[in-house]
């Protein structure tokens, strides 16, 4: 939960998250049509491609050939609206970690 807030997720949403874990009869947090994509994108989470110097770090984004061996691995089928998926939960996720840097 505490990286959930760390992102910049709404308190409200987080909840959610909670109670889905404690109440199976709560709606799920990840539409069924997003479950791959947002797998995947959980096994991609160590793969950000970084810029550090002078005193700071920025997100780039994610490697690539990493995100595809990470789906391989966990038996992930991957399609072209998925690598979409991906890619806009990337620039999400970058924006809000390089605000966060920022900030």
Known sequence: MT????????EDQINDVA????????PPVIWPENADAFRWFLAVQTQ??????????MVLGLDYAGAGEAARLARIRTTPRM???LRLMEAEAR???N????G
Not at 3 to 10: A, F
Not at 19 to 26: P, S, T, Y
Request: charged content about 35%; hydrophobic content about 40%; glycine content about 12%.
């Open 3 to 10: 990286q959930l807030r760390e992102w910049g997720v709404p």
């Open 19 to 26: 109670r889905f874990g404690q109440d199976r009869a709560a």
């Open 48 to 57: 950000w491609r970084m810029a550090v110097g002078f005193g700071t770090a």
């Open 83 to 85: 690598f979409d998926d």
């Open 95 to 97: 924006k809000l970690m």
């Open 99 to 102: 605000e966060r840097r920022d």
